[in-house]
């Protein structure tokens, strides 16, 4: 089987479908690889390389007869032309948005996959190529920023005076939105983060970011960890919030999107004229329309001195290492297609299928709606988490150690506790009754209510506690709550008043013990956690 | 307490020891809330003492009352004794330590019961109080001395399994109830007595029917009755603060107990009642009796595996604490780390005879708690795992338990070892583990057997290592 890497021919785009390092895998998994002359040159991968990995460069016509083409972008017309009968082609198709493109290519009756249809699953991340661009995207998102921002990002104190640190605040926390974070934060900014989808809190935080609220709760969880449209109240909220953000932030990072649907305008006329002069907006949202009111794509806007960017060629602009990771996911697309010996479209795929847009011609988008495979698929699980991208290290919680969140039973251990205590209670109460009909005009009944009310609250407060308590410390925790067990001293000595008699002496051992244990208990748990060291 | 209050000056020495009740009762709080995190254990700890030492404070400055001189001298006879056995006790032997402190929690508790009871007993709700507190207290001493005794190894870990057990524990449960109802009607020393005596035999025949691989669960158990027998006594005395530090230990003993009942995926009732470990279903072991030999491996070709390894994942199991391995143990990471090897510790939760143990084990070793890891956190890992090491663990790393159905340790979750490239296994014989029952991990064609006492095998291992 023939693989055909094509040089791209839309005007400005430096990417090519695949890296000489990614040409070097399948040439050892079986592919012969043929890449077209100079296709890699605008990113930085000479001809050279791709023959040292094992490639052959030939012309053009041939690079697309392949059995196999690859390639970034969707094809231009002209370049369908060059179609055999029979090829497959995987690419960026955006099937929805590009109906003409769809009709011609089923002309030439060759089987297309779009790899940017590749579905958000677990198992599919490795081949999800939206997911990687948008990656780099986040990332160039900043440098392009830093760029037109005239200051530092990470605050100085030099002899010529002070400067703060700049403010970043980003609008969608995706995969786009957590790479901006990151790089943002790596320079040394503080970063801000909105986020319509409660998920995205806790990725935001981990990236060591402050994630901004509005005080209207209304879950933004929409399909495929995408965010969805929301209530008008919503957005007057989260406009006011922006607002106030305008007046205080150097860079605003935009990267709403809602599928199907234009970008959500958030970055309004009236916040930008707000805002510094030398502020930047980077609208990553532009190919959509913008999130931003005067975004124009491909453009740099400026208005009083804010400059917007609206580049849509991110990625493109870091071709090196964007045709680098396209490469990888496309090298583990084939795989999952079978490799060299065992290529096919295999309808039963759950990552394969939903990618298919023709096969020999005919028709396949949208795909059938796939049985469940997926253990849970809802909620749907962002995508940004386990990436193994450069943002990695970052994405570690903060906090120390390894712990991370366990699974708690604390309700139902709480709802256990309170039924024992009712059941006790009730106990009590019976047994009183029968024992002694007038006991409940005693004190001592009103006392024992009283302990008991005190008893239950501090069960309550126990169960709560104890679930906190790190399995690795377990063995300190039995012999903490060991020597504090030995509280029972407190009765010893309350039963060792007075003369010596038959009584004091008995609390005398009583006191004796006790305090054996309180003071073993406590000095064993110091010995113990005086050993545990990082 | 309130009649012995005379004068004003009493009435507010008396709320200032209120108050001091309450605030050791928020240190007590504060203390295991310490416990949630290595950084903030020992500043939790040290809560606990001050919280201790306030209560101690403020009941000897109670109003009012006149403590016999001989208190203050048992008291600190006590601190003596008790800091000797805590710093002269081994990390190995921990686990009869906290068991032995808690039959100590139990004695004092029975005691300061019959003192009540010997100086008078006010009303019905007093002896009842009294009579719940010793009861409790019993159960508590006499289980936890033979629990003592148990992980001493003086007394076999085989349960003793008595024909008509249930029925003996449930005559018994009786009896206590009907001596309870005479007792506090007439509230006399003979009735208490004699319920204390059935209640110290009932205690004993509890732990005894429980096989050693359930010691975990035993022990947390224990701790949960110490608890519960010091909130008994604080209702007996009116004393908030014995309920609440009572309750507090109480719940942790029982969290503790479900935490490992579930590691064991058993139920409670099954673990103090089932006589588990003693003798597999003879079918069950039957049917899942593996063919074939174990393949040895000497330690000096482990070591040449070891070194080529990328990644270490190391299951410490009792066999270790038995040995004392665990040194041995932390100098073979320390080596492999030196040359690059990711070297990781797998916990399994009742890994050990105590929840824990094989934590305190490495910290003692000086391992560093970051790269030990629980067996929610590391399981998934085993596949992409080059060696996995299990030292002195059996039916932990049990494939049975997912592969066999008819196992009687079927459905327990397990460190799945034999996931990884190579599982090496350190044992010191072929015997079967604590539960009694066979392992299949030792025959599958991925694992090799390191026969011997774990400390000598290790250190051999670090010689080759390192020569």
Redesign the interface.
């Known amino acids: 089987m023939k693989l055909g890497i094509v040089k791209e021919t839309r005007p400005h785009e430096r990417r090519v479908a695949a890296s000489p390092n990614v040409v070097a895998k399948w040439i050892k998994a079986g592919w012969q690889v043929d890449v077209e002359r100079g296709a890699g040159t605008a990113g930085s991968y000479p001809d050279s390389q791709y023959q040292e990995a094992g490639a052959t460069i030939v012309e053009r016509a041939v690079a697309w007869g392949a059995d196999v083409v690859l390639k970034v972008r969707p094809p231009e017309p002209m370049e369908i032309n060059q179609l055999r009968e029979g090829t497959t082609l995987i690419s960026f198709i955006y099937p929805a948005q590009n109906e003409a493109l769809t009709k011609r290519l089923a002309v030439r009756k060759v089987t297309v996959l779009a790899m940017d249809l590749v579905p958000r699953i677990s198992r599919a991340q490795k081949m999800d190529a939206l997911s990687s661009m948008q990656n780099i995207s986040g990332y160039r998102a900043v440098i392009e920023a830093a760029n037109r921002f005239g200051s530092f990002f990470t605050g100085q104190f030099t002899a010529a005076g002070k400067v703060p640190p700049g403010k970043v605040l980003v609008i969608g926390a995706g995969v786009a939105g957590l790479a901006a974070l990151g790089a943002a934060k790596g320079l040394g900014a503080i970063v801000r983060a909105f986020d319509v989808r409660a998920a995205a809190e806790e990725q935001v935080k981990s990236m060591g970011a402050e994630f901004l609220t509005v005080s209207i709760k209304e879950a933004g969880e929409g399909q495929g960890g995408y965010a969805k449209e929301m209530s008008k109240e919503f957005i007057d909220a989260e406009y006011a919030l922006f607002r106030e953000q305008a007046k205080d932030v150097d860079v605003v990072i935009t990267t709403a999107l809602i599928p199907g649907k234009p970008a959500p305008k958030l970055w309004l006329k009236d916040m930008v004229e707000s805002m510094r002069p030398g502020s930047v907006v980077v609208d990553l949202a532009a190919e959509q329309g913008g999130n931003c009111e005067y975004t124009k794509p491909n453009e740099v806007v400026e208005v009083n001195g804010v400059s917007i960017i609206g580049y849509t060629d991110l990625p493109s602009r870091m071709a090196h290492v964007a045709s680098e990771f396209y490469g990888m996911n496309l090298f583990h697309f084939l795989d999952e297609m079978g490799g060299p010996s065992a290529f096919k479209v295999d309808h039963d795929n759950d990552a394969v299928r939903p990618a298919l847009v023709l096969e020999k011609g005919e028709k396949r988008y949208p795909p059938p709606p796939m049985k469940k495979v997926e253990a849970s698929p809802p909620p749907p699980k962002p995508p940004e988490v386990p990436k193994p991208l450069p943002v990695a290290e970052l994405e570690r919680p903060t906090t120390?150690?390894?712990?991370?969140p366990?699974?708690r039973a604390p309700s139902r251990?709480s709802g256990v506790?309170i039924a024992v205590a009712g059941l006790i209670a009730a106990l009590?109460w019976l047994?009183?009754r029968l024992?002694?009909p007038t006991?409940f005009s005693?004190i001592?009944?009103l006392?024992?209510i009283q302990?008991l009310t005190?008893?239950v609250?501090?069960?309550f407060?126990?169960?709560q506690?104890?679930?906190?308590?790190?399995?690795?410390?377990?063995?300190?925790?039995?012999?903490?709550?060991?020597?504090?067990?030995?509280?029972?001293?407190?009765?010893?000595?309350?039963?060792?008043?007075?003369?010596?008699?038959?009584?004091?002496g008995?609390?005398?051992?009583?006191?004796?013990?006790?305090?054996?244990?309180?003071?073993?208990?406590?000095?064993?748990?110091?010995?113990?956690?005086?050993?545990?060291?990082? | 307490?309130l009649e012995h209050l005379t004068t004003k000056s009493d009435i507010g020495s008396y709320a200032l020891s209120v108050v001091a009740y309450l605030i050791a009762?928020v240190l007590?709080?504060l203390?295991?809330?310490g416990?949630?995190?290595?950084?903030t254990?020992?500043r939790?700890?040290i809560y606990?003492?001050v919280?201790?030492a306030i209560?101690?404070g403020a009941?000897?400055a109670?109003p009012g009352?006149?403590?016999?001189p001989?208190?203050i001298a048992?008291?600190v006879?006590?601190?003596?004794?008790?800091?000797m056995?805590?710093?002269r006790?081994g990390?190995t032997q921990?686990p009869e330590?906290?068991a032995l402190?808690?039959s100590?929690?139990g004695?004092?508790?029975v005691?300061?019961g019959?003192?009540?009871?010997?100086?008078h007993v006010?009303?019905?709700?007093?002896g009842?109080?009294i009579y719940v507190d010793v009861i409790i207290g019993a159960i508590t001493t006499t289980g936890s001395v033979l629990a003592f005794l148990k992980l001493r190894g003086s007394v076999s870990g085989k349960p003793l399994l008595l024909p008509g057990r249930h029925f003996l524990n449930l005559a018994m449960l009786i009896a206590i109830i009907v001596l309870g109802?005479v007792y506090?009607?007439a509230p006399q020393v003979w009735s208490l007595a004699a319920a204390t005596a059935i209640a110290s035999i009932l205690g004993v025949h509890l732990v005894a029917a429980i096989g050693g691989a359930d010691m975990p669960v035993v022990?947390?158990m224990l701790?949960s009755y110490?608890?519960w027998?010091?909130?008994a006594?604080?209702?007996?005395?009116?004393?908030?603060?014995?309920?609440?530090?009572?309750?507090?230990?109480?719940?942790?003993?029982a969290?503790?107990s479900?935490?490992m009942c579930r590691a064991m995926n058993r139920s409670i009732w099954n673990v103090i009642f089932g006589g588990f470990g003693a003798t597999p279903p003879p079918s069950a072991g039957k049917a899942a009796q593996p063919a074939g030999d174990v393949q040895e491996i000497d330690a000096a070709s482990f070591a040449a595996q070891l070194k080529a390894a990328k990644n270490v994942i190391i299951v410490p199991g009792f066999g270790m604490a038995a040995a004392r391995a665990q040194h041995a143990v932390r100098e073979m990471t320390d080596v492999l780390r030196k040359q690059g090897v990711n070297v990781r510790f797998a916990?399994h939760?009742v890994a050990g005879r105590?929840?824990?143990?094989m934590?305190?084990l490495l910290?003692?070793a000086?391992v560093?708690?970051?790269i030990?890891?629980?067996m929610?956190?590391i399981n998934q890992d085993f596949p992409s795992t080059d060696i996995a090491i299990v030292i002195g663990a059996n039916d932990i790393v049990n494939p049975a338990a997912e592969e066999d159905p008819t196992s009687p340790i079927a459905g327990m979750p397990v460190l799945q070892v034999w996931k990884a490239k190579l599982v090496v296994v350190n044992k010191r014989s072929r015997a079967a583990g604590y539960a009694g029952i066979d392992n299949p991990l030792f025959y599958k064609s991925n694992t090799k057997m390191l026969f011997g006492d774990s400390k000598a095998a290790i250190e051999k291992v670090v010689a080759s290592l390192k020569g």
């Open positions: 120390p150690g390894h712990h991370g366990k699974p251990s506790a009590l047994g009183l024992a002694d006991a005693s001592e009944t006392k024992l302990h005190v008893f609250m501090a069960v407060i126990g169960f506690v104890i679930w906190n308590v790190t399995p690795a410390l377990h063995t300190p925790l039995m012999s903490v709550t060991n020597a504090i067990s030995g509280i029972i001293v407190v009765g010893g000595l309350l039963q060792g008043r007075g003369d010596l008699s038959n009584h004091v008995v609390a005398l051992v009583a006191t004796l013990f006790a305090t054996i244990n309180v003071a073993g208990g406590f000095i064993v748990t110091r010995r113990m956690l005086a050993m545990f060291r990082k | 307490m009762a007590f709080i203390a295991l809330r416990l949630s995190s290595q950084e254990a020992k939790g700890n606990g003492i919280g201790m209560a101690i009941t000897l109670l009352l006149r403590f016999h001989l208190l048992s008291i006879i006590a601190c003596a004794v008790g800091a056995m805590a710093l006790v990390m921990m330590m906290v402190l808690h100590f929690v004695l004092a508790a005691l300061v019959f003192s009540i009871q010997l100086d006010a009303s019905l709700a007093e009842i109080e109802v506090s009607r022990v947390s701790n110490s608890g027998t010091a909130a006594a604080g209702f007996m005395l009116d004393n908030d603060l014995l309920i609440i530090t009572g309750a507090l230990v109480g719940s942790s003993g969290i503790l479900y935490i916990i939760p105590l929840p824990g143990h934590n305190v910290a003692e000086n560093p708690y970051d030990v890891l629980e929610d956190e």
